[in-house]
């Protein structure tokens, strides 16, 4: 079965770095947009950044634009967030997802990913 699995989440201080991972198995990875979702207590979950089926295009929210990079290696099936300059507003548990459809159009909307992984928290103090 398909298994989205992130890690690197942890406890930060503000401006600290952090690299989230997410490792995929039994889908063909290659064929499948990735994405990354965020959600803090008590609010929403909230679409943080996407990357295409190959490496040459990325999406991010507003509000992570020039901190935040996502990158994928298909040889490893893995997709990855490496997160600058945090801030305690980006405290939340962060959830990988894969996208089948792979268009930008559906990149930012949750209910086009077809996997999800099992969250990663991540918490940075002021």
Excluded: H
């Amino acid at each position: 079965q398909v298994q989205l699995v992130e890690s690197g989440g942890g406890l930060v201080q503000a401006g600290d770095s952090l690299r989230l991972n997410c490792a995929a198995s039994g889908l063909t990875f290659s064929n499948y947009a990735m994405g990354w979702f965020r959600q803090a207590p008590g609010k929403e979950r909230e679409f943080v950044a996407a990357i295409g089926r190959t490496d040459d295009s990325t999406y991010y929210a507003d509000s992570v634009k020039g901190r935040f990079t996502c990158s994928r290696d298909n040889a490893k099936n893995t997709v990855y967030l490496q997160m600058n300059s945090l801030k305690p507003e980006d405290t939340s548990v962060y959830y990988c997802a894969a996208q089948r459809v792979g268009l930008s159009l559906f990149y930012y909307t949750e209910r086009f990913y077809n996997y999800w992984g099992q969250g990663t928290q991540v918490t940075v103090s002021s």
